[in-house]
């Protein structure tokens, strides 16, 4: 049975564009992943539709009305499908110690997801790979070693040099050359998704906007898509135009410290002085305009915090207008340094069809040829007007995420201008009621990494029943573990850094 | 031996041991600088040596005494090497002892007991870059040793200081195999004190390190001695630098005060230019990938080779 037929039979989902879902038996569950693979559907996310970690019992994997449910949700050319699995009783799934089938086969990505869920909901799939992924019991983690002559291991982290997130990174070279690397996450988790479940929906945006300070801007605008669409509320045309005027300021923020950091890494001092004071710049500019330097709690439901006066707005379209000049220089002297672009060019290879296959997405994605950007793809307002351009590069090694880097950061550029410019009148706020009991729905917004997706279920008397935030670092990192591949280990910090993935984002 | 040697002996040390960590700082400084940054201050290296002075040594639980021993060794050597490169005077009864040869003898010894303490503790980090240390060692050496060569081969003995006085005197103009050494020096230099783009000193990613990566279990004044050691390596480094290719203003005859208000100031000069010299190269390259080391220092190698042959086309003695 082709897409079309499924997606046919999926029901409009309200939040983010072109979102449908559909529930599934178990019979059907396997042959519609399968179509969604052969038509070349990415993952966006998994999860479970209860959260009973940190109850007093461990979870079993039933809720309490005995139906638990799993939920993929995939980006198909045709829009966001979500097919939905009951799961009525234990012998639903003829898999001996398994409660649904794992679809890790068909998505690569979907193995650590499948594990989170084991931990957080109870429900194991009939993935093989069964060890702890978000907790840290104390039995040791089970590495897959690499044995032969001259073979030994380096571990890294979870405590570095530096201050950087935790993770740990254990690595089997011969020399310097790297044969292994697997990647052990987990040492953020903090129970978000359970801290979500009972928060008034009207105050979950506050939360999402936390899970990962660098994305909070695209986190809190998938949350309140989701809230709102359930809401049946539309946001004014000026919100709108706000937020993604924030989330485009957000972008250009994070890579100009990407790329100053990435020339840092390549032992170019320079280019990290340069760019990080652009992004101090910037951040200044745009503490000024709305009191907040990486814009936390700006979106709000029903809008944006804060309106931006006339005056304001052409201060900060003047100093973004010197951001988009002074980068375009630097990338002159990126491109043209002799001892940078050695580096850049050819570390870290991730190939296009090896990037198919992992469903890499957002802007690792986009440098290894997956033309992927939900802006462009399913735009929401005011993406449908702006008409953003597609960057894509083909070669996948750092010198590629640098370029793709710089094209965006040019074209949020010109996209913020144009926002700027033409700013809607109107209020910049409608207030809403939060949705009824038993409402679902899902957001979905381009972030600079990639897509950041929302899916929430409303409970009763105004409370969140069910949040799952999934950000597409969950895609990304086992990327790294196969773009590092042949490469010396001293360039792991320059390939990690040119991918820039989330630690906190995907130890919920 | 007269009291007047040793006075200048001593002196020559005690300066090389006040002065390295101020010309790092002088280097820091220019490299901040260069970037458009602000500059911390250029007195920041001895406020970092008393701070770990006074903290608590800690050790790894199967640290041998190699580890605890390896950084006076380190410190040591390079305290003699500072005592055996004419920075101030001529006059050094050190010499006598060791040529520039044995020099280049106390570098590796250095070296040598660095890369074994790094990997006494056996952590992954240390033993990295204690093979990468050992793998710029040993096609630095040679090198380096081609560079001395090529001096004493114009000047007709190995001691430092009657190399650096032959050249003073001989000539004013530079001796063109001498330019070719130059280069090659300098590149052996950026490699040895662990610069850029060979190594990079102020990153915190351990698994590019490849000096600091040896340190990185060495804590308070086993530690402190190994960063004096490094500024010292850098200091005596810059001072063979000056010897062989600005010999002048070296007092030749010991140090009496008219020759020391001369070569005090004319020290100072040199520093402060080749500080700067070295930031500019800093600031100019990127960092080569580990494995692009070797070619570096072939380059480095071929020019001291070049400049020998210089030397015997011109009808060297």
């Given at each position: 049975?082709?897409?079309?037929?499924?997606?046919?039979?999926?029901?409009?989902?309200?939040?983010?564009?072109?979102?449908r879902?559909?529930g599934?038996?178990?019979?059907d569950?396997?042959?519609?992943?399968s179509?969604?693979?052969?038509?070349?559907?990415?993952?966006?996310?998994?999860?479970a539709?209860?959260?009973?970690?940190?109850?007093?019992?461990?979870p079993?994997?039933?809720?309490?009305?005995?139906?638990?449910?799993v939920?993929?949700?995939?980006?198909?050319?045709?829009?966001?499908?979500?097919i939905?699995?009951?799961?009525?009783?234990?012998?639903a799934?003829?898999?001996?110690?398994?409660?649904?089938?794992?679809i890790?086969?068909?998505f690569?990505?979907?193995?650590?997801?499948?594990?989170?869920?084991?931990?957080t909901?109870?429900?194991r799939?009939?993935?093989p790979?069964?060890?702890?992924?978000?907790?840290?019991?104390p039995?040791?983690?089970?590495?897959?070693?690499?044995?032969?002559e001259?073979?030994?291991?380096?571990?890294?982290?979870?405590?570095?040099a530096?201050?950087i997130?935790?993770g740990?990174?254990?690595?089997?070279?011969?020399?310097?050359?790297?044969?292994?690397?697997?990647?052990?996450f987990?040492?953020?988790?903090?129970?978000?998704?359970?801290?979500?479940?009972g928060?008034?929906?009207?105050?979950?945006?506050r939360l999402?906007?936390?899970?990962?300070?660098?994305?909070?801007?695209?986190?809190?605008w998938?949350?309140?898509?989701?809230?709102?669409?359930?809401?049946?509320?539309?946001?004014?045309?000026?919100?709108?135009?706000?937020r993604?005027?924030?989330?485009?300021?957000?972008?250009?923020?994070n890579?100009?410290?990407?790329?100053g950091?990435?020339g840092?890494?390549?032992?170019?001092a320079?280019?990290?002085t340069?760019?990080?004071?652009?992004?101090?710049?910037?951040?200044?500019?745009?503490s000024?305009?709305?009191?907040?330097?990486?814009?936390?709690?700006?979106?709000?439901?029903?809008?944006?915090?804060?309106?931006l006066?006339?005056?304001?707005?052409?201060?900060?379209?003047?100093?973004i207008?010197?951001?988009?000049?002074?980068a375009?220089?630097?990338?002159?002297?990126?491109?043209?340094?002799?001892?940078?672009?050695?580096?850049?060019?050819?570390?870290?290879?991730?190939?296009?069809?090896?990037?198919?296959?992992?469903g890499v997405?957002?802007?690792?994605?986009?440098a290894?040829?997956?033309?992927?950007?939900?802006?462009?793809?399913?735009?929401c307002?005011?993406?449908?007007?702006?008409?953003?351009?597609?960057?894509?590069r083909?070669?996948g090694?750092?010198?590629?995420?640098?370029?793709?880097r710089?094209?965006?950061?040019?074209?949020?550029?010109?996209?913020a201008r144009?926002?700027?410019?033409?700013?809607?009148?109107?209020?910049?706020?409608?207030?809403?009621q939060?949705?009824?009991?038993?409402?679902?729905?899902?957001?979905?917004?381009e972030?600079?990494?990639?897509?950041?997706?929302?899916?929430?279920?409303?409970?009763?008397?105004?409370?969140?029943?069910?949040?799952?935030?999934?950000?597409?670092?969950?895609?990304?990192?086992?990327?790294?573990?196969?773009a590092?591949?042949?490469?010396?280990?001293a360039?792991?910090?320059?390939?990690?850094?040119?991918?820039?993935?989330?630690?906190?984002?995907?130890?919920? | 031996m007269?009291?007047?040697?040793?006075?200048?002996?001593?002196?020559?040390i005690?300066?090389?041991?006040?002065?390295?960590?101020?010309?790092?700082g002088?280097?820091?400084?220019?490299?901040?600088?260069?970037?458009?940054?602000?500059a911390?201050?250029?007195?920041?290296?001895?406020?970092?040596?008393?701070k770990?002075f006074?903290?608590?040594?800690?050790?790894?639980?199967?640290?041998?005494?190699?580890?605890?021993?390896?950084?006076?060794?380190?410190?040591?050597?390079?305290?003699?090497?500072?005592?055996?490169?004419?920075?101030?005077?001529?006059?050094?009864?050190?010499?006598?002892?060791?040529?520039?040869i044995?020099?280049?003898?106390?570098?590796?010894?250095?070296r040598?007991?660095?890369?074994?303490?790094?990997?006494?503790?056996?952590?992954?980090?240390g033993?990295?870059?204690?093979?990468?240390?050992?793998m710029v060692?040993?096609?630095?050496?040679?090198?380096?040793?081609?560079?001395?060569?090529?001096?004493s081969l114009?000047?007709?003995?190995?001691?430092?200081?009657?190399?650096?006085?032959h050249?003073?005197?001989?000539?004013?103009?530079?001796?063109?195999?001498?330019a070719?050494?130059?280069?090659?020096?300098?590149?052996?230099?950026?490699?040895?004190?662990?610069?850029?783009?060979v190594?990079n000193p102020?990153t915190?990613?351990?698994?590019?390190?490849i000096?600091?990566?040896?340190?990185?279990?060495?804590?308070?004044?086993?530690?402190?001695?190994?960063?004096?050691?490094?500024?010292?390596?850098?200091?005596?480094?810059?001072?063979?630098?000056f010897?062989?290719?600005?010999?002048?203003?070296i007092?030749?005859?010991?140090?009496?005060?008219l020759g020391?208000?001369?070569?005090?100031p004319?020290?100072?000069?040199?520093?402060?230019?080749?500080?700067?010299?070295?930031?500019?190269?800093?600031?100019?390259?990127?960092?080569?990938?580990?494995?692009?080391?070797?070619?570096?220092?072939?380059?480095?190698?071929v020019?001291?080779?070049?400049?020998?042959?210089?030397h015997?086309?011109?009808?060297?003695?």
């Amino acid at each position: 049975m082709p897409l079309t037929k499924w997606w046919g039979c999926a029901r409009e989902l309200p939040g983010a564009p072109r979102t449908r879902r559909i529930g599934l038996t178990v019979g059907d569950w396997s042959p519609c992943t399968s179509d969604v693979a052969a038509s070349g559907g990415r993952l966006l996310a998994m999860w479970a539709s209860a959260c009973a970690e940190n109850s007093p019992d461990p979870p079993s994997g039933r809720g309490p009305g005995g139906v638990q449910e799993v939920y993929a949700a995939f980006l198909t050319d045709r829009g966001i499908l979500i097919i939905e699995l009951p799961l009525e009783s234990a012998a639903a799934c003829a898999i001996p110690q398994a409660d649904y089938p794992g679809i890790e086969a068909l998505f690569p990505c979907a193995s650590r997801m499948q594990r989170a869920m084991a931990e957080t909901s109870g429900l194991r799939s009939s993935d093989p790979d069964r060890r702890p992924w978000l907790r840290h019991p104390p039995e040791a983690y089970g590495f897959i070693r690499v044995e032969g002559e001259g073979v030994h291991e380096i571990a890294v982290g979870p405590v570095h040099a530096g201050t950087i997130e935790p993770g740990h990174f254990r690595f089997s070279v011969v020399g310097e050359k790297v044969l292994r690397l697997e990647e052990r996450f987990g040492y953020k988790h903090k129970g978000v998704e359970r801290r979500f479940a009972g928060m008034p929906l009207l105050e979950g945006h506050r939360l999402a906007a936390r899970i990962a300070g660098d994305s909070t801007v695209a986190y809190a605008w998938s949350y309140c898509q989701a809230l709102e669409g359930m809401a049946g509320h539309r946001i004014p045309p000026r919100a709108a135009a706000l937020r993604a005027l924030f989330l485009e300021l957000e972008r250009i923020a994070n890579h100009l410290g990407d790329l100053g950091a990435l020339g840092n890494d390549a032992g170019f001092a320079f280019g990290l002085t340069q760019f990080s004071r652009l992004k101090e710049d910037l951040l200044r500019s745009v503490s000024q305009a709305f009191a907040q330097r990486y814009l936390m709690d700006a979106v709000v439901p029903g809008g944006t915090r804060d309106d931006l006066s006339a005056t304001r707005a052409g201060s900060l379209a003047a100093r973004i207008a010197a951001v988009a000049r002074e980068a375009a220089e630097l990338r002159a002297i990126y491109e043209d340094h002799t001892g940078v672009r050695d580096r850049f060019t050819g570390a870290g290879i991730l190939t296009p069809e090896l990037a198919l296959r992992l469903g890499v997405l957002g802007l690792a994605g986009r440098a290894s040829g997956q033309a992927l950007d939900v802006r462009i793809d399913f735009p929401c307002a005011p993406y449908d007007q702006l008409a953003p351009t597609r960057v894509v590069r083909h070669e996948g090694d750092v010198a590629a995420r640098v370029a793709v880097r710089f094209d965006e950061l040019a074209e949020s550029c010109r996209l913020a201008r144009a926002l700027l410019a033409s700013l809607p009148a109107g209020p910049h706020l409608a207030s809403l009621q939060p949705p009824a009991e038993g409402s679902f729905g899902t957001g979905v917004v381009e972030g600079w990494r990639g897509p950041v997706f929302v899916a929430l279920a409303a409970g009763p008397h105004g409370r969140i029943n069910r949040c799952h935030p999934h950000d597409p670092s969950w895609q990304n990192w086992p990327a790294i573990e196969h773009a590092i591949l042949g490469n010396i280990v001293a360039d792991f910090p320059l390939i990690n850094k040119s991918f820039n993935l989330a630690y906190s984002g995907v130890d919920l | 031996m007269r009291p007047a040697a040793l006075i200048s002996q001593a002196l020559e040390i005690l300066v090389a041991l006040a002065a390295a960590p101020l010309f790092l700082g002088w280097v820091s400084q220019c490299r901040a600088w260069l970037a458009n940054r602000g500059a911390p201050s250029v007195f920041l290296p001895y406020r970092n040596l008393h701070k770990l002075f006074h903290k608590e040594a800690v050790l790894a639980q199967n640290a041998s005494a190699l580890f605890r021993i390896a950084p006076y060794v380190v410190f040591g050597t390079m305290v003699v090497a500072a005592g055996i490169i004419p920075s101030l005077s001529g006059r050094l009864p050190l010499v006598a002892a060791a040529d520039a040869i044995a020099l280049v003898g106390l570098f590796a010894t250095a070296r040598v007991f660095l890369s074994l303490a790094a990997m006494d503790v056996g952590t992954a980090f240390g033993t990295l870059g204690a093979r990468r240390e050992m793998m710029v060692g040993f096609l630095a050496e040679p090198a380096l040793l081609m560079v001395i060569f090529v001096a004493s081969l114009i000047s007709a003995t190995t001691a430092l200081p009657a190399i650096s006085a032959h050249l003073a005197s001989e000539r004013l103009s530079v001796d063109p195999s001498l330019a070719f050494t130059g280069v090659a020096f300098t590149l052996v230099l950026l490699a040895e004190n662990a610069r850029i783009p060979v190594d990079n000193p102020a990153t915190h990613l351990e698994l590019t390190m490849i000096h600091e990566a040896m340190l990185l279990e060495y804590s308070a004044r086993h530690l402190a001695l190994m960063e004096w050691a490094s500024a010292l390596r850098l200091f005596n480094y810059a001072c063979i630098g000056f010897a062989l290719f600005v010999p002048w203003g070296i007092a030749a005859r010991g140090i009496g005060p008219l020759g020391l208000s001369l070569a005090v100031p004319v020290l100072a000069l040199k520093l402060a230019a080749a500080g700067a010299g070295l930031a500019v190269i800093e600031t100019l390259s990127a960092k080569l990938r580990v494995m692009r080391a070797p070619e570096f220092l072939a380059t480095a190698f071929v020019f001291a080779v070049l400049g020998l042959l210089v030397h015997i086309l011109l009808g060297g003695p």
